[in-house]
């Protein structure tokens, strides 16, 4: 019997078997049936994507020719505004010279140069008149570099370029002079501004843009050494041998920089260059050109204009400025010609010549010695202070009713410290504290740097035992000798932005909101001008002083940047930040579309953008007729490379990035016609009718943040 039941058992589990293999042998048959059912599925699906992809670029290269004509004629726009920039130059020229009021035209060489001869031959050093005198000098600088930032290339010629840097070194020379000769004015009836307490002489003189201190030793006791100008809140501390003798100590702190070099003075962006009507009207007839070779030229697209180089002695020759940093960029002509062919409104050269450039740049102006301030980097903020140790010159004497002073024709000298004969025996260090500027934002703790003539340049060494005072808001530091000093800031500290918002709120009115890394920073577009509404740090408004008044975007960029808040990439800014470069192709051409259509369509900063690669920009978009702000379920996501646009199925919350295209949309030549496809008739109407003023000043800030690279 046992046997029987162990042959049943085989036979069974041999029966299990086949039925298993049979089975495993139907279900493989099957799984390959639907694999391969699925991946026919999947290639019809592609085909039919690739017969739809191939229509939508079929269709959109039959419309390209009449969307870039129709792009091209709203770009006039560009030209208006730039016609309309040197109508007005001309029409300021004009009334300036009816009006006879004195000022000299900065422009004109003759009228400048006797302004300064006059200025020059005028003895009367009183600091009230000095101090008058200086606010008309600094707004003829003003004036001139305005002009080097705001007139295109092709509008001002190389012999005017450099004879306004040259007079803007000149009147920033005879500026300092004059104040040297109003201290040693001051110094000579020193004993008229004696302080009651100690019997030294103590003042301070000042107004909007100066603040003098000026302390002498007229008593020569050790005990009265340091001295705090409560006025001021800056103070010394001095070795015993500079308190016996006949010193006198100038704190001059001008809340301008008339020491950096003149490029860093006058940075500029890159510049809009509009072609002339017939150029743009033979750009509508030549600019169809294949999807391959327009992909191929956009790979080969540069990075951005450079904003100009850095010139090697600085302050001393205008010339060398012209050549580094308003020389056109190297472009080779065909390289040129592909961007006049494209439209292209800037200067911009080619990928490979930029890395040579690069390189070359990196060769010659590599910082070796690590005391030596990169001003790529780090930008002096809150002006200058200059500390020095004078000579005190014989005072005046009351003789019954005269007053006799002996006067010497060596003017103000500068006392030595530390003596010549003691250069190697070590001299005691000279504390100085400064107190802070309220007109400038100081994120982190300032960079102390001295200035140093001979070499041109900001350097760190020769200062020690910086100590700041948060709540007091100051610093104090020793110095070896007297110098000249400034507290430079990271001019990349709130870069790159934690998002940016463009969004209409009126007929061409717009704010641009950019939320930088401390600061949020909105700014009110209105006609030809821009406003800052507000400046919020850690929910509190600040620099009051410097919002709500319309200016130009060239005045904006300086006011921001003077007030330490630098919303403005550099040239180089890109060795300093994190971010993704984008080719110009694509960030170029979509702040100019943007600027024409931002009268109707907000803009928005997409997490996505990052994605995209190099070649392409993703932002977000709506259509916004309203004042108020954009709801989230009212943006749409697109993509744009410069030459193509399209609307992406992914939002903002989706898991991954994907160039699908939203359902029922197609592929445009330019981003104008992309939004079209989904705009209201209104909308498209006030992008018609916008001014052209306003389209150029929002392109302008668009540029000039570059939100769609800082970001």
Not at 626 to 631: C, E, G, I, L, M
Request: proline residues 3%; aromatic residues 8%; contains cysteine.
């Amino acid at each position: 019997k046992s046997g029987g039941k162990n042959k049943v058992s085989k036979a069974e589990q041999l029966r299990l078997q086949k039925e298993e293999e049979e089975r495993r042998l139907k279900e493989e048959e099957e799984a390959q049936i639907q694999a391969q059912q699925e991946e026919a599925a999947r290639l019809e699906k592609e085909r039919i994507e690739q017969e739809l992809m191939k229509k939508l670029e079929a269709k959109d290269q039959e419309r390209r020719e009449s969307e870039l004509a129709e792009l091209y004629s709203l770009e006039q726009k560009f030209l208006s505004a730039q016609q309309w920039k040197r109508d007005y130059r001309a029409y300021a020229k004009w009334e300036h010279y009816l009006s006879c009021d004195g000022n000299p035209d900065p422009t004109v060489l003759q009228e400048i140069n006797t302004f300064m001869s006059l200025w020059r031959d005028d003895q009367n050093e009183d600091i009230q008149l000095v101090m008058k005198k200086g606010e008309q000098v600094l707004n003829l600088i003003e004036k001139l570099q305005f002009l080097l930032l705001d007139t295109s290339p092709n509008e001002i010629t190389e012999k005017e370029t450099v004879q306004y840097q040259e007079s803007i070194l000149e009147l920033q020379n005879l500026l300092h002079q004059k104040y040297d000769g109003a201290t040693d004015h001051l110094l000579k009836s020193g004993n008229m501004h004696e302080d009651a307490d100690s019997g030294n002489m103590q003042a301070v003189i000042k107004d909007k843009n100066v603040t003098l201190c000026i302390w002498a030793n007229l008593k020569k006791k050790v005990r009265f050494k340091n001295h705090v100008f409560y006025d001021a809140k800056h103070g010394f501390d001095l070795s015993k041998s500079l308190a016996v003798n006949s010193v006198a100590v100038r704190i001059l702190h001008t809340h301008y920089d008339h020491v950096s070099p003149l490029w860093l003075q006058c940075q500029s962006v890159p510049k809009l260059e509009v072609l002339d009507s017939q150029e743009l009207t033979q750009h509508s007839k030549d600019n169809v050109e294949e999807p391959e070779e327009e992909e191929k030229k956009a790979r080969e697209e540069p990075s951005m204009p450079a904003e100009g180089e850095m010139c090697s002695d600085g302050r001393k020759s205008a010339i060398s400025f012209k050549e580094n940093s308003d020389s056109p960029a190297g472009i080779n002509e065909t390289t040129e010609e592909d961007i006049r062919k494209k439209s292209e409104t800037l200067d911009i050269p080619s990928r490979e010549e930029t890395n040579e450039k690069e390189e070359a740049n990196g060769k010659e102006e590599t910082i070796t010695d690590e005391n030596i301030v990169d001003l790529q980097q780090f930008v002096p903020v809150g002006g200058v202070y200059h500390i020095d140790v004078l000579r005190l010159p014989p005072q005046v004497k009351q003789i019954n009713d005269w007053s006799m002073v002996e006067l010497l024709d060596v003017g103000l000298e500068a006392y030595p410290y530390p003596p010549e004969e003691a250069e190697d025996a070590a001299q005691p260090l000279i504390k100085i504290t400064l107190r802070l500027s309220d007109s400038v934002m100081y994120f982190e703790d300032p960079v102390i740097a001295r200035w140093d003539p001979a070499g041109q340049q900001w350097r760190t060494d020769g200062i020690s035992n910086i100590t700041y005072e948060t709540q007091e808001g100051s610093v104090t530091f020793a110095m070896s000798a007297f110098y000249t000093v400034a507290l430079l800031q990271d001019a990349h500290l709130n870069m790159p932005y934690q998002a940016w918002e463009l969004r209409p709120t009126g007929m061409d009115e717009a704010i641009l909101v950019v939320a930088a890394v401390f600061a949020t920073i909105q700014i009110h577009i209105k006609g030809n001008q821009c406003m800052l509404s507000s400046v919020v740090v850690e929910k509190k408004n600040v620099l009051s002083h410097i919002t709500g008044k319309w200016i130009s975007p060239v005045d904006l960029r300086a006011v921001l940047k003077k007030a330490g808040v630098n919303i403005f990439p550099g040239e180089y800014s890109h060795k300093y930040v994190s971010v993704s470069q984008k080719a110009p192709l694509a960030e170029v051409r979509a702040y100019q579309q943007m600027a024409l259509v931002a009268s109707a369509f907000a803009f928005a900063w997409s997490k996505w953008n990052l994605e995209a690669g190099q070649e392409q920009v993703v932002f977000k978009v709506s259509e916004h007729l309203k004042a108020d702000s954009v709801s989230d379920k009212d943006w749409s996501l697109y993509l744009f490379n410069g030459q193509k646009a399209q609307k992406l199925k992914i939002t903002e919350t989706s898991e991954a990035f994907s160039e699908e295209l939203e359902e029922d949309s197609e592929f445009h030549s330019t981003l104008l016609h992309m939004l079209k496809d989904f705009a209201s008739q209104e909308a498209i109407d006030k992008v018609e009718t916008a001014n052209f003023l306003f389209i150029d000043v929002v392109y302008q800030l668009l540029l000039a943040t570059r939100v769609l690279t800082y970001s």
